[in-house]
């Protein structure tokens, strides 16, 4: 098995304090689509910065495609892709003129620049656009720009922080459709952080959940949906109820129950058919019930079994989040001119 990202006990503490990461360990295989998924906080952006230098860790090491992050950030740097969240593709500049300042920033042979721009335009689907300014572009037509300038050093490893993030559905489904062909083609390596569940359920061989700083459950998709145990019936009762768990508890079918967010998650082997008898004794018992409610096994799910909370996909970037990631273009764009 050959590794791509390999971290070992990272941490990152701000002003000696705030533990924004804590003791991270995981490994990514070559050509692996591997998932960071947690709510805003959690570590995801300050991880991503770690292993792309952008931020040094307070504790723990790193080595991505070979290359210690920390004793060799500039030779690192040189060697992977990003895509941010923010737009970095300058507004000012057409297309092609953006990917051949990407492609001087990343030393690319005058020789093979040209071509590999051609080649990258018509594959982005954004050949016809390529003389236009990047300020014209739709949202889809500017990620796959810089998408486009990510890979234009043709690197091993490509980091992609909610790359999607505000994209309509028609656009994130296009996005990603590139980055597998590039998995297809290049067997390259894809570390990948989203607000989308359905995008790391569809694209990600492998996640980690993280949560507080904490990886706190790792496995591919189905492999973490499996660990849920079935089906999840969700019991909202109209009121407190301190006996309701124990009633549920001895309900014939139910695996387990648990509490979260005022309401009961009773786990069944086959919700669908257990419904009836919950409700049937709820009624018996004189608890009032505001919802019920039926889940197949879902990453969302998953993410509520681990962390105690529901997935908001909406959620605002958090302070520490925008700060990172200001860092992250900042460095992108100041590294060539050393």
């Excluded at 990272?10 to 003791?23: C, D, F, I, R």
């Excluded at 295989?29 to 591997?34: L, R, T």
């Excluded at 009762?237 to 009773?266: D, Q």
Aim: glycine share 10%; proline share 4%; hydrophobic share 40%.
């Amino acid at each position: 098995m050959t590794l791509a990202i390999q971290a070992e006990a990272l941490s990152k503490t701000y002003k000696g304090q705030v533990k924004a990461v804590e003791n991270v360990s995981f490994a990514v295989e070559a050509g692996e689509a591997y998932g960071f998924l947690g709510p805003n906080g959690a570590g995801k952006t300050t991880t991503v910065a770690m292993l792309t230098a952008g931020l040094v860790p307070t504790a723990g090491h790193a080595v991505v495609d070979g290359v210690d992050v920390i004793r060799e950030p500039s030779t690192l740097k040189k060697r992977i892709g990003i895509v941010f969240q923010e737009s970095t593709a300058d507004s000012d500049l057409t297309g092609r003129e953006n990917l051949s300042l990407a492609a001087a920033l990343f030393n690319v042979p005058r020789r093979d620049a040209a071509g590999r721009i051609d080649s990258l335009l018509e594959r982005m689907q954004i050949g016809e656009a390529a003389d236009r300014l990047a300020k014209t572009y739709s949202g889809g037509m500017r990620r796959r720009l810089e998408l486009a300038v990510g890979i234009i050093h043709s690197p091993k490893v490509l980091f992609l922080d909610e790359p999607t993030l505000g994209l309509d559905p028609q656009g994130r489904a296009g996005f990603w459709r590139y980055v597998e062909q590039l998995r297809k083609d290049h067997g390259m390596t894809v570390f990948i952080t989203t607000h989308y569940l359905e995008e790391a359920d569809n694209i990600c061989d492998r996640i980690a959940i993280i949560d507080r700083g904490h990886i706190v459950a790792t496995g591919s998709p189905s492999e973490l949906k499996d660990r849920l145990g079935g089906d999840v019936v969700t019991v909202r009762p109209t009121r407190p109820e301190p006996t309701l768990e124990a009633t549920l508890r001895a309900i014939p079918g139910v695996s387990s129950v648990g509490s979260a967010e005022g309401a009961y998650r009773v786990k069944a082997a086959n919700g669908e058919k257990l419904v009836p008898a919950l409700v049937d004794a709820c009624t018996r018992a004189g608890v009032g019930l505001a919802t019920v409610s039926l889940k197949r096994p879902s990453l969302d799910e998953v993410f509520l079994e681990f962390t105690g909370r529901e997935y908001r996909e909406d959620d605002a970037v958090s302070a520490t989040d925008r700060a990172v990631r200001i860092g992250q273009v900042q460095q992108a764009f100041g590294r060539a001119r050393r």
